[in-house]
């Protein structure tokens, strides 16, 4: 006669509760080799306890249960588990790096609140194009980029201007000159003037922190910015932004992989 473990016997044997060994059952993954019609009781075979070691074995290995299903109903041989653990290997593998590459930012972001008298957080974003009207003028202070701004806005027909204004800085101080081109988005077309260009501001991912309108604040969110740019591994891939929101910065620097 064929040797039957009821669930408690079972479970005592594989050291697997009982409700594990239900769960099992109802998901599909180990079913009993028989249940009692008059009473439910599910009964086990002896040879069902080596099923049982090899899903727990694929378990503990990172594999998911219906990975198992799936490897069990396919009558598990050599190939498909070496298939199936490969994938687990590659699952974990990335998983490492992607942990490892998180370490990183959070050390650099430790490095940064112990150096920073604030703490500046880099978001990423995707901008779309949108159309503008600008002017690009040399300039010997930043300061100076004002006069060309109110002068821009005095020449567009006030219908025309959008709510999206700011400087695209071209070249900065540490470049040894300032050029920057003052810009206000455009809600429709307006009369072509000599003194300011109408075009696209092109789409773009930028990596952004926010400011004051005082230049120390500002340089603080543009350090970070740089600093977070180098930990990732970024370029920059166009004139740095400088959005206006009312009495606060936007900076922008749109990026692209190094």
């Known amino acids: ?39 439910g009781y599910r009964q086990y075979r002896p040879e069902q306890l080596e099923v049982l070691a090899s899903i727990l074995g694929l378990k503990a290995l990172g594999v998911s249960l219906a990975g198992v299903r799936n490897l069990l109903g396919k009558s598990g041989s050599e190939g ?35 150096a920073a008298r604030r703490p500046v957080s880099v978001v990423v974003k995707r901008r779309a194009a949108t159309t503008i009207a600008s002017v690009r003028v040399k300039v010997d202070e930043y300061e100076d980029i004002l006069r060309f701004q109110n002068e821009l806005l005095n020449s567009l027909p006030v219908e025309a201007v959008g709510s999206l204004r700011g400087v695209l800085w071209h070249r900065c ?43 120390e604040e500002a340089e603080q969110s543009y350090d970070a910015i740089r600093r977070w740019m180098n930990v990732r591994g970024y370029q920059l891939a166009g004139a740095k932004r400088e959005i206006y929101l009312d009495q606060m910065l936007e900076i922008q620097f749109p990026i692209k992989s190094a």
């Not at 003052?182 to 990596?207: I, M, N």
């Open 1 to 39: 006669m064929t040797t039957r473990y009821r669930i408690g016997e079972f479970s005592n044997l594989s050291g697997v509760s009982t409700k594990t060994l239900r769960f099992y059952d109802e998901i599909g993954l180990l079913r009993p080799d028989s249940v009692d019609s008059r009473t």
């Open 80 to 114: 498909d588990r070496r298939k199936l653990l490969s994938e687990v290997k590659r699952t974990i593998e990335h998983s490492i790096q992607s942990a490892t590459q998180s370490l990183t930012f959070i050390d650099a972001a430790l490095e940064e609140l112990d």
């Open 173 to 215: 101080a540490d470049s040894g000159s300032l050029e920057g081109e003052p810009f206000v988005s455009l809600k429709h077309k307006v009369p072509r003037q000599s003194f300011y260009s109408v075009r696209e501001l092109s789409a773009a991912t930028v990596a952004c922190a926010y400011s004051g309108l005082g230049d």
